[in-house]
């Protein structure tokens, strides 16, 4: 029996930044399909009807994927692929299977013969290296850094080292809640002529995007508590 198709359907980064985010076949995808893996079942079908479903939500057939679920066997999570019907796979925010838990699945449809298929959409990762001005041949994204302050700190230094020894923009990120100080140790270890770019809640009304040196930071950080941000390394 043919597989179905596994769709990957970007969510927008911001709760009202839909209308920039949302393209017509994006809009045309998920109204041909009902069955979904999803990473949260509350925000995903909130995005679903935000974006023009027209299906009634009754007929969804959601699949969580939170992290209390993924030890489940992923053939679970596939079983309407597998039975022909297509699928969506969404992340809670941005491209899913990018800085995301849904790389497994798409892992897997791909060892099972599945046909995936990307849709076009947000990524605050792509956007931020856009914005930055900094190289966008070369660059290396670290996820998040480690939490204890020697360990963050020696981290820091290896990855503007690497900035500078291969002309590469560097990108890490932090969980909203610990962003400042995150930047305070990326001030405190980093060299005053490295550039440093900060794309704060990229997509949504109060985007913030700005690059300067670490010198010129000093003077003036911004507060990002609980606000989602990337961190831009860049040595030229």
């Known amino acids: 029996m043919p597989t179905g198709t596994l769709y990957l359907i970007p969510v927008p980064l911001a709760d009202d930044a839909a209308v920039r985010s949302n393209t017509p076949y994006l809009v045309q995808t998920i109204n041909q399909i009902n069955e979904y893996i999803v990473e949260n079942e509350k925000t995903a079908r909130k995005f679903l009807k935000q974006a023009g479903l027209t299906i009634p939500q009754s007929e969804l057939i959601i699949h969580d994927y939170g992290k209390h679920n993924r030890d489940t066997d992923l053939k679970e999570f596939l079983s309407g692929l597998l039975a022909g019907k297509d699928a ?11 800085a995301d838990p849904g790389a497994n699945i798409v892992a897997e449809a791909h060892r099972r013969g599945i046909k995936v298929v990307p849709l076009v959409g947000p990524s605050s990762i792509l956007l931020a290296l856009m914005a930055s001005g900094f190289n966008g041949q070369s660059f290396t994204f670290h996820g998040y850094l480690p939490i204890d302050k020697v360990q963050r700190s020696k981290r820091i230094k290896e990855i503007e080292l690497q900035a500078e020894r291969f002309n590469q923009t560097q990108l890490f990120i932090e969980t909203p809640f610990r962003n400042n ?56």
């Open 181 to 236: 100080q995150l930047l305070e140790e990326v001030i405190k270890s980093c060299k005053a002529s490295s550039r440093l770019c900060i794309a704060c809640n990229v997509t949504a009304a109060d985007e913030f995007i700005a690059t300067k040196t670490v010198g010129q930071w000093k003077n003036q950080l911004p507060d990002l508590h609980k606000k989602p941000a990337i961190f831009l390394l860049y040595k030229p």
């Open 88 to 98: 969506g796979l969404m992340s809670e925010a941005g491209c899913p299977g990018v």
